[in-house]
């Protein structure tokens, strides 16, 4: 019994095994086939023109503070007083209320 179990799963694993080599060879040679049907065709190149001098990199740009920036500033100290916060959280209640009170102080109508 033992060695009718041992000969069906040496029997199994030599078909696996044939299998995935036939499998290697097939995909092989489809994906042959394939490219001599359907090669690759190459990217246009772009024709080339005189050496033009380089030019510098652009340096980058630096982002300018907003103008309002004090009033943003007030905005957030009176929001942080009235909510009670010791320094700035990021829960989504919290970040509401901001909005709203930053709405009313600088008079930006709300939506």
């Not at 995909?27 to 030019?55: L, M, Q, R, V």
Request: charge should be positive; avoid cysteine.
């Amino acid at each position: 019994m033992i060695t009718q179990g041992l000969i069906i799963t040496a029997v199994g694993m030599i078909g696996v095994f044939l299998f995935l080599i036939v499998l290697v060879y097939v995909t092989d040679y489809s994906s042959k086939i394939i490219a001599k049907h359907f090669p690759d065709k190459p990217a246009p190149t772009p024709a080339k023109k005189a050496a033009a001098p380089a030019k510098p990199a652009p340096a980058p740009a630096v982002p300018k503070p907003a103008a309002n920036m004090d009033k943003i500033a007030a905005v957030i100290a009176i929001a942080q007083r009235e909510l009670q916060l010791p320094t700035p959280t990021v829960s989504g209640d919290k970040v509401a209320a901001v909005i709203a009170i930053a709405q009313r102080e600088m008079g930006i109508p709300v939506k």
